[in-house]
């Protein structure tokens, strides 16, 4: 919903007392005001532990669709010279199939593939709970239910380290046993105008400003620019480049207001997925197969029998150029995407940048082209789906690049920034150990491992 002034301004201030409950003193010189544009919810986690003190910071940015080569090609001179001054993926990295937004914040933040952690797609319906996720639902996404795996700021959490959520999906939600000690709901109404992007540092700056044993050592930050415009306008448009630049100049001010803080700060800048340019127009799926009886979710499929299964895969398999059809157990191995019943069956799979529903509106309602940009497609087959790598910091070694890798090897990377112990996931802390001025060692000795 939007929120009013009035509301803002009593949210804020409701917080900011449970702030203070929950060991937020004031001392002279050191008081610090939330930004009211972004209200914060307060979990009551205890204070930092000895250990958790001890233990450097990290801000994570996700830029939305912030294509791998778009910093280059339009001169994002603050993104290229964090890279500079420690570690960038120049071919970009790997987003983790299907190329969506909430499937690849989850995995960025739990080392999961989508099969794993749950969100297969931002939409998809569960046989289990008979029910259906979508990033729009906010029952659905503040449900902790939904999710698996250990996501970072519970990680953190559980093992005595407070963490600040400023947006991210899935951090609305109580995952593992804990949420983050502060997150901000939500809000598409309002989370892209001025005053809310502004606060994001503001409010980051504030808390990084309390004292020792309360204030966060992870921060994300979440910006949902420049994917709107990708969207709307193509990866190409003169519109889309200007929010690059936008988003560009807004890592710039945070980066120097994290830098006023002389805190030892690891800032790290990612994105989801990039954006490709749509072909053509619909394919729509129920045109080559009765679907009757399945339940659908964007191009998912569900069928409610092995019958009903099979005769969708038949009709499906040899349909179109557009895609290739699998049962969802032959999906090819590299997708990771054939174990979890979330995914449907039979398993749509484009063969490039086509828009591929299963049904069109109902009769009677006009049809609309698809939009521009989309994403959503194997990286390894569509390069434009390829993500964005920066980070700059104490424990990040200087001026050195890396070769695309899977983003599932983030989660590890940055649990060892922090000192955390990371339980097992599908990423690996060897893949970027040598961005780290320890080389990867000691991984869970330094910080907050111990209470």
Not at 3 to 10: E, S
Not at 153 to 169: D, I, K, N, V, Y
């Amino acid at each position: 919903m939007r929120f009013r002034a009035g509301v803002r301004g009593f949210l804020a201030a409701t917080v900011f007392a449970a702030l203070l409950a929950g060991g937020w003193t004031r001392a002279a010189g050191q008081e610090s005001a939330l930004n009211p544009a972004l209200p914060l919810v307060h979990t009551d986690n205890g204070q930092n532990s000895a250990a958790a003190q001890k233990a450097h910071y990290v801000v994570l940015v996700s830029l939305d669709g912030f294509r791998w080569d778009y910093a280059a090609r339009d001169g994002a001179k603050h993104l290229l010279a964090l890279g500079k001054q420690g570690v960038w993926a120049p071919e970009g990295m790997l987003s983790s199939y299907p190329s969506l937004t909430f499937p690849n914040h989850f995995t960025l933040v739990t080392g999961l593939y989508p099969e794993h952690h749950g969100l297969v797609a931002n939409s998809f319906w569960d046989e289990k709970k008979q029910a259906r996720y979508a990033i729009a639902d906010a029952k659905a996404v503040t449900d902790g239910s939904w999710y698996a795996g250990v996501p970072l700021w519970s990680l953190a959490e559980s093992q005595g380290m407070r963490t600040a959520c400023l947006f991210w999906p899935g951090s609305e939600a109580k995952i593992a046993g804990f949420a983050p000690t502060w997150y901000a709901r939500f809000d598409g109404k309002t989370e892209a105008t001025d005053a809310v992007q502004q606060a994001r540092i503001d409010n980051a700056v504030a808390l990084l400003r309390m004292p020792e044993d309360a204030r966060p050592h992870l921060i994300t930050i979440y910006y949902s620019e420049p994917d709107h415009e990708g969207h709307e306008f193509g990866p190409d448009a003169p519109e889309t480049r200007a929010a690059v630049l936008k988003m560009d100049a807004m890592v710039g001010k945070l980066e120097a207001a994290l830098k006023a803080t002389n805190l030892p700060i690891d800032l790290v800048v990612v994105s989801d997925h990039g954006m490709a340019k749509i072909e053509g127009g619909w394919v729509t799926l129920d045109q080559f197969a009765d679907l009757t009886g399945f339940e659908t979710a964007g191009a998912l499929l569900y069928g409610k029998t092995e019958e009903d299964r099979a005769r969708a895969y038949d009709k499906l398999s040899h349909a179109s150029s557009q895609f290739v059809a699998y049962r969802r157990k032959d999906v090819p191995a590299a997708l990771n995407y054939n174990s979890n019943p979330r995914a449907g069956d039979p398993v749509i799979i484009a063969t490039g940048p086509y828009a591929i529903r299963a049904h069109g509106p109902p009769a009677g309602k006009a049809d609309q082209p698809p939009i521009p940009g989309m994403h959503g497609f194997d990286p390894r087959k569509l390069p434009q789906m390829k993500a964005s790598f920066f980070a700059a910091g104490p424990d990040i070694v200087h001026g050195r690049t890396v070769a695309p890798f899977e983003n599932v090897n983030i989660y590890p990377w940055l649990a060892h920034l922090l000192g955390l112990t990371a339980p097992k996931s599908d990423g690996s802390l060897n893949v970027l150990a040598g961005t780290l001025r320890d080389g990867g060692e000691d991984a869970g000795e330094k910080g907050a491992s111990a209470q």
